[in-house]
């Protein structure tokens, strides 16, 4: 059974110095303090680590206490990058400064290292319910980012090669242009494929792409199906 610890720090806005620490795993067990050393301590014996935009913004911070768990480094799941991806109607949550989750309780990372685990479970069922042909496309567009990667082996899931750019014009046909360069897109932009794919699967014009997505791969706006051509300038 992997065993995986959910951790979320409160880093101050200016000093950048960490104010606390909160963490779970998936026995129950409980951190709430402000030392590296006591986080040291929790996450060994842990297969996986999760945080919600753990990758850009706690793990930076988490240096000093993953020095005794270096195998974890290679096992990181980030919820932030997953819920787009698998809630792609509607925002599954609201996000605060840094696209940290945000909940009633200010200021208590314990608090989101429990949110964090909710957010987790619930994307693991919403991929389990996903259309086989989907899974596929999603395992072969970010099997090798380092975003995804670890969440694929968490839940254990692989998939044989295949041609990639036939399955995607097959199950989006009538949905995208059948003369996209998907192939080029593919092979340079395999995160914004796979949200722009997610967001047209919904078949909903209204559907709403977190603006942290649009900054970061801004090719997943580009001719967005029911989308209003933009104003030249």
Not at 19 to 26: F, M, P, S, V
Not at 121 to 142: G, M, P, Q, W, Y
Request: hydrophobic share 40%; net charge neutral; proline share 5%.
């Amino acid at each position: 059974m992997k065993s995986i610890v959910f951790v979320d720090l409160e880093v101050h806005a200016t000093k950048h110095t960490v104010l606390d620490i909160g963490a779970t795993n998936d026995r129950g067990s409980v951190l709430h303090s402000p030392s590296m050393r006591d986080l040291a301590k929790f996450l060994q014996g842990h297969d996986y680590l999760c945080g919600h935009n753990i990758l850009a913004h706690d793990l930076k911070y988490m240096k000093e206490a993953l020095k005794e768990v270096p195998a974890l480094r290679w096992n990181i799941i980030d919820t932030l990058y997953l819920s787009p991806l698998l809630f792609p109607k509607k925002p599954y949550h609201s996000l605060g400064k840094n696209e940290k989750l945000q909940s009633e309780a200010l200021n208590n990372p314990h608090t989101d290292a429990l949110k964090a685990k909710e957010l987790l479970e619930d994307e693991v069922l919403a991929f389990t319910r996903l259309d086989e042909r989907l899974k596929i496309v999603c395992h072969e567009l970010l099997m090798g980012r380092n975003e995804f990667a670890a969440f694929f082996r968490y839940i254990d899931y692989a998939t044989k090669t295949c041609d990639l750019v036939q399955l995607i014009n097959e199950y989006y046909a009538g949905l995208i242009c059948q003369r996209a360069n998907l192939a080029t897109l593919i092979s340079t932009e395999p995160v914004a494929v796979a949200y722009a794919l997610a967001v047209i699967n919904v078949r909903d014009r209204f559907s709403v792409t977190p603006p942290w997505v649009l900054k970061q791969y801004p090719v997943v706006d580009y001719e967005r199906p029911g989308r209003q051509p933009r104003e030249k300038r």
